[in-house]
Every structure is written in C-alpha cells, then in structure tokens.
C-alpha cells in the first residue's frame, strides 16, 4: 500500500525548517502533500498563491512532493487525497502541548489517520514563521531563515 | 458556612471537559456559580446568550448549580454572591502557567477567595473551546466534544 | 456528608509551602489527614518519625488536621480513612506534569477519590523539600523556609 | 528499500502504551525492533530476560516486530540491524524536552537515522513504566495499565 | 569599553517587575536604556507617549537609565545607540521558550550581541502587563502591579 | 567596583556549551570564577581533581577566568570570593524551571547576589554533561561534544 503523508501548515512564509522537515520525511514516504490552509478564521500575513508558489519553488525537484492548498478540515482534506498520516515537526514544548491536543482530536474524529512527528533541526529550532514574518515586518532580511532561491521580499504587499 | 464556588469562563461554547468538571466538584460545594464571562477585551465566537443557554440545559437536573453571566472582575463576582472558592480545570502545563499567573493575582487582590484546581479526564485533556470552534469553523461535526443534548449547530449565525 | 482529605507526601522535611496549603485549605474539609509515605522505592533524608512529629508540632493548633504515617498506595490510606479527597499543592509546571499522571492514573483505579490542587503561594513558590535538603547538607540555614517553632537541625543525624 | 524502525527503551515493564505505539506504527515500517535497552548506568525492576519475554507474548502475532536486547548506543544497534528510524512515544512535554536531547544528538552523531514521535493516545498519557513500577511497589494492581495477557507479577522478585 | 544595555519591551504599561529588572540591573551596566517598541504589528493600550512618559517617571532618579522609543529591529536599534547586550526579565517557563527563540535568532542576526535575563522576583512571577491591562478593563485597581508614584487610570483612554 | 562572576556547575564532564558560554560571558566580568562544586550528595562520574584539569585546560588562554573547586552553599562561595553575580546558562524549559528555584531561592538568602542567564547557542542546546556521560558509558565518542584538546577518554576510571 502506498504510504501518503499530508503536511499541512500555513507557511505563512515557509522556512527552512518546513524545507528540512519534507525532505529528511521523503525516503518514508511514497507521496507527501504540502497542504497550504485557507483556515477562515485566520489572517495571513502573504497571500495564498505566493505562499502555494514559494513552495513549488521550494520542492520543485521532488517529484513525490505536491503543493497544494485546502480549506476545511485537515483530516477531510486527507481523506480526499488519500493520505493516512499526518506529518509535522516538533521545536519546543509549547509546541508540543498544541500538536498534542490538535493530533489527539484528530486521531478521535478519524482513528485511521497517525499524525506522526519528526524533530527539527537544531539549527532550525528557535525559527517560525511568525519570527520570520516580524523581522520582515521591522524591516530586517529573512533570507538566512527562508528557503534559498525563494525571494520572499517581492511577496510583501 | 455554606462553601460556595464559582467556576468562571467563556464556555464558547460549553464542552464535556466543563460538564464533566462541574459534576466531579459537586459534592464539594454547596453552589456553583457557572459564570460566563463578558470580556469587553474579547471577540466571542457564539453569542453570550446562546454560551448561557446552553450552560442552563447542561446543568439542568443539578439544583445546586446556578448559570449566571458578569463582566468585570472575576473576584468582583465572587463577592457579590458571596463565593469564596474560584473552581478550575487545569488540562496542560501551559494551560497551568497560565492559570497560576492569573490565580495568584487574585490571590494579591482578594486574600480571601482560593482558586482551587480538578484535573480534567484523560479523555478530555485534548479538547477546549477553541478546537471545537475550529471544527466548527472548517465544517467539522463538534458532537462528540460537547455535552448531549444540546445542539450547537443552531447557535451558529 | 463529611468531608475527608488526604494530604499525602513525604514531608523530608515539612516546608512554609505545605503549611501554607494544609492551612488554607481547612475551611473546605472536615478534616485533612497529612499522610507521611513510608515509599519502600525512595530513601528519605529525615527518619519517618522526626518527619511526624515535626508535622505534629506544626498542625498542633488545629483540631481537624490529624498526621499519619502510611505505606502502600495513597488511594489505599484514603479509603482506610474514609477519605474522598487527595490534596495537592501546585508550584511549576514540572511539578503539574507530575502529578497530573499521578492524579489521572488514581482516578483510573479508584474513580470515588479526586485529586484537587492549591496553588502555592508567590514567595513559596520556589522551595520544595529538595531544596530545603540541599541547603542543609551544604551547610545553610533553612530556618527561612521552614514553619516558625520546629528546629529541623536537631533532626539531622 | 526496505523501511526499518527500532523502538528502544527499557520497558520495565512493557505498558499498554508500548502495545499501542507499536502496533499504530507497524503500517508505517517493514520491520520493526523493540529493543530492550541494558543500560549499564541504571538498576532494572525486573530482570532483562524477563522484560523481553512479556514483550514477545505481546507480540506475538506480529511477524514484523522482533524483540531483542542490546547494550551500548542505541545508534549502534541501528547499525547493526540496518535499521534507519528510531521510534518513539511522545506523552507529556517533559517527556518531550527529554527526547528532543536525545533526538537532536542522535542525528547529530548519525545524520542517516531519523527520530520519528508518535503521540499517545489520551487514555495511555498519564501511564508510564515507573508509575507502574510504583503501583507494584505499593501492592497494587497493574493489571489495567500493562497489555492483557501477560502477567507481571509472576515476575516479581 | 562602556557596557551597554537595552531593554525593549512594549511596557503597556510598565510593571513592578519591569521596575525591579532594571534596578537590579544597574550595577552590571554603565548605561540602559529602556526601549519602547513601536511594533507596527500590534495594538497598543495605553499610546507610546504615556507609556515613556511613565517610565521617564520611574526611572528619574537613575541617571544611567535612558528612556527611548524604537521602531525596527531590537539589535538595530542596538546597533544605533551602540549596546552590545539585551536585557530581559523571565518569569515562567512560558516566557522562557518564548525568549529563547527570539534571543537565538537575534543572536543568529547579530553574533555580537548578547540577551541576558534576570529572573523575576517570586512577588513579581504572576504578574506581566498583560495581567495588569486585564484587572484595568475590568475596573479594577492595578495600583499594586505598576510601579509607586505613576497614575495608570489617567493614561486611560 | 570589579564584576565579578561564579559560574558554578558539576561539569561532570566539561562540554562546549559551558566553554562557549564563559567565552561569550567574558567581556561582562572582570573576573569568571569556574566554580566545580562538590556536592556531597552527589555521586560524580569523574573525579573531581580531572574535572577541575579539563577546565583550566580549556580556559587556560583566558586570564580574568579562575577554575576553583568549593564544597557548601554557592552563596558562600561567592562571598568568599567577593562575587555579586551567580552565571547560569539555560537550555531547556526544564532547566528554566529548576534554575528559577535555585535562583530565587538564593536570592532569599543573600539578596546582594543576583544570578544571571545566558543562552546556550542552538547547536549546543540538545547536549548536556548527562547525556555526554551517557555516550560515553555505551562505548560512543564523545568528542564533538566536548572542547577541542582534551581528551576525555583518558579520564575514565
């Protein structure tokens, strides 16, 4: 049986630890979706198509990485592809606590569906996207933090 | 002296770890003060009427529980109906710093008001209100989340 | 119905924390039994009966607090003596961690008993009984930060 | 290319949770190890034969777990069985800091061997093996916290 | 060389804590200043002229304490008033994982800057400004939480 | 007035991040006391005259930095030595939360010391004298983790 992962998030902008997380998960998996939220009650810092295509560019040479973006439930939008885990990456334990609670609720909506979790990077630890987006709001350079290759400054509106 | 508890919160909306809270602390009060509260600082998903309603179906056959709805302080409250315990669930440990922050303040302010702590259930320790508003938020069904009987798909405007 | 409490620990030695909490939290119970563990897996610093009767001399002006040693699980010792309630203090989130698994896995085995929880207070809030132990061995004084009245110094052998 | 996990640990005892994680994960991997760690630095509760036989009851109907034994890094024993993922169970954000240490220096000593976190199931996360162990100490009953089917106590020395 | 501090914050409003900080702090330092963020992505309280104002108040008689409001980046505003460290207050192990990412990454930015911490008092541990706007929206009184001598009820707006 | 710093610790063994700390800690201080306790409380892995010749090994090029071995409370150590400032490095929130005890506590004794915190950089944040001791117990090499030109190896008995 194929084995399908969904990564969703909302790489609002992605980083380099969402570039490190997908690839360090490929040899696990035979497909992994990036799956960019349209989550309603949430406001994003760059547009959906900039973030859709910032990751294309960013997994454009891994042919079983697909970039996608979908609205609704996260475990809804991994029965449609279907994909029966869930990935995403653990830096603290605040973090945990939250993946915690949202992987067991799921898990309870949808018992074939394991969210399965990998470490990142120590390098990569104190970086999210929300730091990544206030050094851009004070007008400092994100690059060291982003994707190389992506040029996160002409997403900004 | 009648032991008098008051177990504030949004309850947007009321979930099985509030219910399962209040009947678990019954037999240590006399009365409990179910107290929505109207946080002027706050955004409520469902309307505070609604939050109040069904907070009164919920705890219908428990005499000793009262629902009531207040704005300002929480220890404010507690001295109008004369309570001198504020009852909490404690879920995770960030769920802990900040419900420690916020107790021993009031501890500062009211010497004469406790806050004391029930766990809550394994099976609860996942889910608050704002999951369930995410599930609702994105389609999902919030039933096995919220106490039977009542049916929140009607408070949604 | 009366109201039964078990305060269980290993006091090694009592601290201003566990006086504080015991007293505070005696206008809830009818009685509050400070339950000294005899733990067969733990070695302790202070020989059991200096611990007693140190929480003896300490709770000696209040009726309803009886001091008792115990072996075995503390569920047992509540149901021994009649009690429906553990009571616990609260200082960092290690600490609730601790004694949420502590606290659920006894609800599993015995759901009649709940564990509920005080916050220590702000100036209390560092200093446990290891701490208490280190400073002792070092060669410090402890007296700030144990009740008024007792001479821990003479019970070190 | 064959995917092939170890799940390290000392299971002293083997806990209802250990069942659950492994069998969660058998999709995920062609092979997977439970491998009973002799640490020389810390005393067992049961003796390592016997911890490895309850484990091989558990799994016994599993043909693509193996239990076995090893002794020195658990990178090495990797190695030796070609294994390129270590499994774990994440329960508490204690558990979680504990292991991102270990995760992180493995990877950094091995880069070719991925951690990968499966979370606990709610009714599972308040029980681990020492909490278990206390409750054999303390001469209570652990039947509902270790998989069914073996018995624990036999091996009690 | 002269040793200098900034300590940033949004200080809406300044707190006891944020008093007590920058008092223990003086002797570590021979200048601080106290940097008013004009974060464009946040909301503000009370405005940025009653916020230094209040903190010029404070800070009076300390003539190596320095108020100034900042946009931008901490470490360029660093750069600019030629600080070579960041002070900052922990409180709860919350603020710490929060601090951590923030310090790391500016340190990744700027290697020739340091963030060092001070610990709260224990009196002041519960008590941050977000707190104190809650009790002030509420019609309470914050007078025990601000520094002695300012009047946060006239910044009101 | 000089400035004065005890930077205490087991450094059972020495790692990189406590060299990288005392490094980016120099420039602070006029003086940086290695303070290697000897806690009678505590079995060491090394022996305490190797621990106290790794470090002044490792700070062996830093002049205003002293390696000294003491026994009894820090605080009196530093007063011995006339220190006003106790230098800690922070981790882990784990390591927060035991540090903020430790520190207020001392603080409590001697309100004349404050202990200060640095961060450890994030390639350092995983390792801790523990785990190192555990690599080296199981037969790994330890020697990324350590400073460059000491070895280790030698020291085990």
Not at 27 to 52: M, P, T, W
Request: one cysteine or more; a neutral charge.
């Amino acid at each position: 049986m194929q084995k399908v992962a969904v990564f969703p998030g909302s790489f609002d902008p992605v980083t380099r630890g969402h570039e490190s997380l997908v690839i360090r998960a490929l040899s696990l998996f035979d497909k992994i979706y990036v799956a960019v939220g349209q989550n309603s009650g949430k406001n994003h810092f760059f547009a959906c198509e900039k973030r859709v295509n910032w990751l294309k560019e960013v997994f454009r040479g891994y042919p079983s990485v697909e970039v996608e973006q979908y609205s609704g439930l996260t475990i809804d939008f991994c029965r449609k592809v279907g994909a029966t885990y869930i990935l995403r990456g653990l830096r603290t334990s605040s973090d945990f606590e939250f993946e915690r609670s949202i992987g067991q609720v799921n898990k309870m909506i949808e018992p074939g569906i394991e969210t399965i979790f990998f470490l990142s990077m120590p390098e990569h630890t104190p970086v999210n996207s929300s730091i990544v987006r206030d050094i851009i709001r004070n007008g400092g350079d994100p690059s060291p933090f982003i994707p190389a290759g992506i040029s996160i400054r002409e997403g900004i509106e």
